[in-house]
């Protein structure tokens, strides 16, 4: 199945109230309505968390959007996830042409999906497997050691081997990793 | 329990701090508020970078602004990280210094964990205003790039020189120099050089696009006795007293050290040049100690590098640029006085290549004669270090690439008069020598087939006349490479200056047969047949050196006619 009917699938199921959240809170599309990107059953789910304004969740973009592309071939469904409540619809669709996104964006005003992916960063990735289990959350790499401190080339691909051990039918070796960025609680509305 | 210890004893500080402050208003206990407590601090401290249009990532100039980074503004601020500022508090004074006292920390982390209040918003504190377009005015002279350079959107850091040509007119005396870009987002640091050899004017036409890669500067140099550096957050700065003269029709070289972004991005610069009205009253020169035979084995954490010079007359020191690249750890730069007292000049406690900086003295550091300056840096060449550039780590020698290793410390100082800047020179020019040779010796280590390294590591033998030494290289270098006529050339000279004019002849027959144009093998081939009386090869190698070098024509006449005198 393409990306496309995978989204469009996931917009009708949103639609018709499966939204799954349990304490009330959601997450919206663009178009401000709520959406549940892991009602779809795809055989893989890929949050990203990013933040416009933060410098290495934009250095990442490049990768992240290849990522999406060579996973989208095995059924993965990437989503980007804007965790700061003061962003508008525009001015993600702004930031989306800005870095060449291609891949569905997500407002996360109330830290729904910041709660369930365990996110405490900008970026940061989580893996859910088929059933919608959190199966991994943290860097997407580990070219950042921590503010202003990289490596010249990551020696792990976390994000990477998080998927491939997904679509394997396996856990990923490493669950948790720590992410280096933009820290999401300081995002309040 | 040690972490709330911790907290109870910096509460306990603050309450000592409050009642030091005898202000009634404050209430020890009192969480601190933005407008009254916070404010103050970032809007002089962070704001001058993270503002609209500054180069740092995010505006610090509302309350809101602050408040979505703050757990993280607590945290960069306790590692000090940011503001970011190298060298360590007491270890010298300098201009522009941006450190956040103890007290200002704690400040904020109290903030943070009390909540970021905002306190009463209307009594903000002013944001300090800044100029849009050049700090210090309008320039006399402003030089830019014709077109920007597309840095692209992800990769490793990149190292570029752009070639700015200097209109023809002048020479000036220089008092400020203003470095201005529009995406000061995306570099890290800058350095200004010039040229006038054209010869990265050449390097720059022979690459795609504007500038041309790497780290070489290849003949430019600092204006004499300057270093021109930029950083983001640096003021510009107005120095009349030690104005520098910029030649006219020369080439400024901008070196831009540029991290990509996530997309491209257009780079583009402007240098502003400030006249002053005349020449300096004081000419300052540079020093550079370093070691060019660093040599580091693969694993070693804590190689240790050492170098020193005492200076033969008094200077005041004006600035210091302390180098080296990802591997560098520790520095500590210092003057041994001849009264047995140490002066300290710079000590970074971690150095961070992406946060060199050049630095300027609050008040100019005096020396006297006998003082010896002494620079120790240590590298950590492990796989512990994650700067490393190398993964598994590798034997790290000294070179101009970034994953090469540099440990250098470039100190302005101001001497009394010209004749102590002369002595100084002298003095200076032997230990620049011998460093020269290390360095040249250190390259051929790890490559030992560079004929032009062995072609100048011989050129810098002769200069210190160690000529079996010299003789050693050149043979090498022409073995290497057998049409390298000027290495030939140069070899002749140094054979004839050993009365060895037979070895000479054979060398400058090899270079103009290899290079049939060159005229100054075909002139030093016409005095060498001269010497050994062979008049009628001599008088033909003349006029061949006189027909390829049109402008030499006549002096080569009058020294026709000066040997044919003898």
Same mark, same amino acid.
């Given at each position: 199945?393409?990306? /496309? ?35 779809? /059953? ?32 095995? $059924? ?43 996110? $405490? ?10 059933? $919608?289990?959190?199966?991994?959350? $943290? ?31 396996? /856990? ?18 | ?154 990769? &490793? ?7 700015? *040509?200097? *209109?023809?007119?002048?020479p000036r005396y220089i008092e400020a ?37 790497? %780290? ?7 204006p004499d006795g300057h ?11 107005r120095d009349p007293a030690l104005a520098w003269k910029l ?27 400030y006249y002053a009205d005349g020449p300096p009253q004081r000419t300052p020169a ?30 005041d020191?004006v ?11 520790? %520095? ?80 302005q100082v101001v001497p009394r008069n010209d004749?102590?800047l ?6 200076? &020019? ?121 402008? %030499? ?14």
């Open positions: 199945m393409s990306l /496309r009917y995978l989204i469009a699938a996931a917009l009708l199921l949103a639609a018709a109230g499966l939204v799954l959240f349990h304490d009330g809170a959601n997450a919206f599309d663009l178009d401000g309505r709520p959406f549940d990107p892991l009602a779809t /059953r795809a055989a893989a789910t890929a949050l990203i968390f990013v933040g416009p304004d933060c410098p290495i969740s934009n250095r990442y973009a490049p990768e992240i959007q290849r990522l999406s592309a060579r996973y989208e071939r095995d $059924g993965v469904l990437f989503f980007l996830v804007y965790p700061d409540p003061q962003l508008s619809s525009a001015s993600i669709r702004q930031h989306l042409a800005q870095f060449a996104y291609e891949l569905p964006a997500l407002r996360d005003p109330q830290h729904a999906l910041v709660d369930l992916a365990e996110a $405490g960063a900008t970026p940061q990735a989580a893996v859910f497997d088929g059933a $919608g289990a959190l199966v991994y959350s $943290g860097r997407i790499d580990d070219r950042y050691i921590d503010f202003g401190k990289q490596r010249p080339t990551a020696r792990t691909h976390d994000l990477d081997e998080a998927l491939q051990a997904t679509l394997a039918g396996r /856990r990923p070796a490493t669950a948790r990793t720590p992410a280096v960025g933009c820290y999401i609680a300081d995002l309040k509305e | 329990m040690q972490i709330r210890l911790l907290r109870r004893a910096r509460g306990l500080a603050a309450l000592l701090l409050a009642l030091c402050a005898c202000q009634p208003a404050a209430r020890e206990d009192a969480v601190p508020t933005f407008s009254r407590d916070i404010a103050p601090v970032v809007f002089a401290n962070c704001v001058p970078c993270h503002r609209a249009g500054g180069p740092g990532p995010f505006p610090f100039t509302t309350y809101d602004e602050v408040v979505d980074h703050a757990g993280q503004i607590a945290e960069v601020t306790a590692s000090r990280y940011m503001p970011p500022w190298q060298p360590a508090a007491d270890y010298g004074r300098f201009v522009g210094e941006r450190r956040l006292t103890d007290a200002q920390i704690d400040l904020i982390a109290r903030w943070v964990e009390g909540g970021t209040p905002a306190g009463d918003l209307t009594q903000l504190p002013p944001l300090p205003e800044f100029s849009e377009g050049w700090q210090l005015g309008t320039p006399d002279l402003v030089v830019a790039m014709d077109a920007p350079y597309l840095l692209p959107a992800e990769g &490793a850091d990149q190292f570029r020189n752009f070639v700015l *040509p200097v *209109p023809g007119d002048g120099v203003e470095f201005q870009t529009d995406n000061a987002s995306v570099i890290h640091h800058a350095v200004m050089m010039f040229d006038r050899s054209g010869a990265a004017r050449k390097h720059d036409a022979r690459e795609e696009g504007p500038g041309f890669d790497g %780290m070489v500067f290849g003949q430019a140099q600092g270093f021109l550096g930029w950083t983001p957050g640096k003021q510009a700065y030649e006219p029709a020369t080439d400024l070289v901008v070196q831009l050290h540029m991290l990509p972004s996530g997309r491209p991005e257009n780079v583009a610069v402007r240098v502003g040049f540079l020093l550079r100690l370093g070691r060019k035979d660093i040599d580091i084995a693969a694993g070693d954490a804590d190689y240790a590098l050492r170098d020193a010079f005492t200076l033969p007359v008094d200077v020191v600035g210091i640029y302390p180098h080296a690249h990802y591997l560098g750890k520790r %520095m500590a730069v210092y003057a041994d006085l001849p009264d047995g007292r140490r002066e300290w000049l710079i000590r970074i406690e971690e150095w961070d290549f992406n946060w060199q900086d050049d630095y300027r003295y609050a008040e100019p550091v005096a020396l006297p004669r006998g003082a010896t300056i002494v620079m120790e840096y240590t590298y950590d060449n492990s796989a512990a270090n994650p700067l490393n550039p190398h993964d598994p780590p590798r034997r790290i020698f000294y070179g101009l690439q970034s994953s090469d290793e540099m440990g250098d410390m470039t100190m004749d102590d002369k002595t100084l020179q002298q003095h200076y &020019a032997r230990k620049w020598v011998a460093q020269e040779i290390q360095g040249y010796q250190t390259m051929l280590l790890q490559d030992s087939t560079h004929a032009e390294n062995h072609h100048t590591l011989a050129m810098l033998y002769l200069r210190t006349r160690q000529s079996t030494q010299a003789q050693k290289h050149f043979e090498r270098c022409i073995q290497l490479q057998p049409d390298y006529a000027e290495a030939r050339v140069n070899y002749a000279i140094a054979l004839s200056a050993a009365r060895n004019i037979k070895g000479a002849i054979d060398q400058l027959y090899a270079a103009v047969s290899s290079q049939p144009d060159y005229a100054d093998a075909h002139f030093n081939l016409a005095m060498a047949l001269f010497q050994t009386g062979q008049q009628a090869a001599a008088k033909e190698h003349f006029s061949h050196a006189a027909r390829l070098r049109p402008e %030499m024509a006549e002096a080569i006449h009058r020294q026709l006619q000066r040997l044919q005198l003898h």
